[in-house]
């Protein structure tokens, strides 16, 4: 069944983040800002996510975001959100105690691209315990080069051969990077369910079609930058 056409929208997005001062105040720092006009937040359930949990994390770094996506399963019981903020409850998503596999993390990237990929230049995922502070990531974000694609806290096991960006401090993805992921989806997905961490998951999907994997960064303990490999994205949309 596609979970694509079974999404619901339960607020449109507002124009302007109700939280932020107007562009021409002088208390912003960041008139033309990266996080304000191009940055989607989709907000997964954690091991011990809650609807307070999550209700507090939309109220409060959720308010900045033109684009916010909660995803949680049907029996979560109703959120306080703020307005504009988008509540998906059609993925078969575990319940709030436990956190998506890879096949789900793929079908939430999916919706992604279809619903708000023309209207971001970043998504980031992230559970509602990762702590944003504003200035910070606004700074980070605009020191990123354009080829920089695949960011995060890197993590690697023994067993494994590649690095991946871990889920504890959330994952950002370039538009290019979404859609190269999404053209490969279909690859993806035959060896997903075999991993069950979506993090991990993730990170073997970039190994095998971009032929990289998530390094650690000199400016941040907790953000990772992965430059596309020759050819891999430079040439993409």
């Not at 703020?82 to 919706?111: D, S």
């Not at 354009?146 to 051969?161: N, Q, R, T």
Request: charged share 20%; proline share 6%.
């Amino acid at each position: 069944e596609d979970i694509l056409n079974k999404t619901e929208k339960r607020q449109d997005f507002p124009s302007h983040p109700s939280a932020l001062p107007s562009s021409g105040s002088s208390s912003s720092s960041f008139p033309s800002s990266t996080i304000e006009n191009s940055l989607t937040i989709a907000l997964l359930p954690s091991e011990d996510s809650t609807p307070d949990s999550i209700s507090a994390a939309a109220n409060t770094w959720g308010r900045i975001v033109p684009q916010l996506v909660i995803f949680v399963d049907d029996s979560t019981e109703t959120l306080s959100v703020p307005p504009g903020v988008m509540v998906n409850r059609q993925f078969k998503l575990p319940k709030l105690n436990n956190h998506p596999t890879t096949l789900e993390m793929l079908q939430i990237l999916r919706y992604l691209h279809e619903s708000v990929y023309n209207a971001s230049e970043w998504f980031l995922l992230a559970s509602d315990k990762v702590y944003i502070n504003y200035y910070s990531f606004q700074n980070f974000l605009d020191s990123l080069p354009p080829e920089a694609s695949y960011v995060g806290a890197s993590s690697l096991e023994i067993s494994d051969a590649f690095t991946y960006c871990s889920k504890k401090g959330g994952v950002l993805l370039s538009k290019k990077a979404l859609k190269k992921l999404i053209t490969s989806y279909e690859e993806c997905i035959k060896w997903a369910p075999a991993i069950y961490s979506w993090d991990k998951g993730l990170g073997k999907c970039y190994a095998e079609v971009m032929t990289g994997g998530c390094h650690p960064g000199l400016e941040t303990v907790s953000i990772a930058v992965l430059y596309c490999c020759s050819n891999s994205c430079n040439n993409d949309d």
